[in-house]
Every structure is written in structure tokens, then in C-alpha cells.
């Protein structure tokens, strides 16, 4: 592991869009999920949960989120060529991603209670994107439509009733790092208040 600032790993990690065919070892994503867990935590809850797809587990999760495109209606559920085209190319795609993490948490019917949890997940996920960048290791924070389906939740063992999904995290080793896009200048964010 290359020991660099974390100032660095804050600035330089980017969002990976393609991944080389290579799965990253168990040891690894044990690794950065182990990082991620130092998230504050309201009462020391720690509330994420993670489901990691992979390998041959990878295809029926992939036929899943192709099922509930078709329920949403972001695809057609007819067989025609055109149709059965763009399913085959976005199996393909997904599955090229060598690793799918389901993020979700218990749903606190409490709202503050929701807020909070929903607060450490997000700080989880960015842990777990600076952990895996020590790594080498790229990721993208995805918020898909599909995660909103109850079904799909259902099929993937997550009981929607008591579980909300916060996010789906696609990693791997990066294909292609993405060029920095830069930030806003923070003083056009920042506002100091003295009185």
C-alpha cells in the first residue's frame, strides 16, 4: 500500500466509470469496508450494511436490475431485436463491473433517527471511496432508479418494509482515471460569520 497524505487521497481520488476485467481480492475489499467503518456514528449505531456482488453472484443480481427497468418502465418489455439489443448491451455492461456493494441501513420510522443513520451511511460510502483509492482500487457512488423498486429489494434479499437501500457502489481497478474537473472556489460557499 503507498503511504500518501489523506489531503491527497481527498483531492485526487476520482469517480471511476471503467473498470479493467479484474476482480479485486477479498482481503482488499475486506480491508476497505473495515476503513469505511471509522465513519462518525450517531450512538455508535454503525447502521450499513453491505451486500457484495461478484463473480457468478454478479448475473443474477445483473438480471434483477434488468427486470426492474422493465417494471419502472425505463426499458421495454417487449422481445423485439431492438428491445433485446439494448438489454444484452447493458447485461454486458453491468457485468463487466467486477464488483456491485448494495449499501442500505434499517429505516428508523423516527425521522431525526433516519436522518442520522442516513448521515453515517453517506459518511461510510465516502470512506469506503477514500480506502479503496489507497488501493488503487476505483468506485462509483451510484443512486439508480431500480433501488426505489420494492421487488428488487425483495429479490436481493432485503426485506424493503424495514431496509432502505442508500446507494450501489460499482468497483474495480480503474480502466481509465478521469481527468480532475476541479471545485468551485469554498469562498464562493463559505460565508464566515464574526458577530
Known amino acids: 500500500m503507498r503511504l500518501i497524505s489523506i489531503l491527497d487521497t481527498i483531492k485526487n481520488r476520482r469517480s471511476v466509470h471503467t473498470f479493467k476485467k479484474e476482480e479485486v481480492k477479498s482481503a482488499i475489499l475486506k480491508e476497505i469496508f473495515t476503513y469505511a467503518s471509522y465513519a462518525p456514528t ?14 457468478k ?3 443474477a443480481f445483473v438480471d434483477e436490475i434488468l427486470l426492474s427497468y ?8 417487449d422481445t423485439g431485436p431492438k428491445t433485446m439489443k439494448m438489454k444484452e448491451s447493458m447485461r454486458q455492461f453491468l457485468l463487466a463491473i467486477p464488483h ?15 436522518e442520522e443513520d442516513y448521515a453515517a451511511v453517506c459518511a461510510f460510502i465516502q470512506n469506503a471511496q477514500l480506502a479503496a483509492w489507497e488501493f488503487r482500487v476505483g468506485m462509483l457512488w451510484t443512486i439508480t432508479p431500480y433501488m426505489h423498486d420494492q421487488e428488487f ?40 460569520i464574526d458577530e
Open 42 to 55: 450517531h450512538y455508535m449505531k454503525e447502521p450499513w450494511k453491505v451486500k457484495l456482488f461478484q463473480g
Open 57 to 59: 453472484g454478479k448475473h
Open 70 to 77: 422493465e417494471r419502472i418502465g425505463m426499458l421495454r418489455k
Open 100 to 114: 456491485h456493494a448494495v449499501i442500505y441501513f434499517k429505516a428508523e420510522e423516527d425521522p431525526i433517527r433516519y
Open 153 to 192: 429489494a425483495q429479490k436481493i434479499e432485503i426485506k424493503e418494509d424495514q431496509m432502505k437501500i442508500a446507494a450501489v457502489l460499482q468497483l474495480g481497478y480503474p480502466n481509465k482515471v478521469p481527468r480532475d474537473k476541479g471545485r468551485t472556489p469554498i469562498e464562493e460557499k463559505l460565508e464566515f
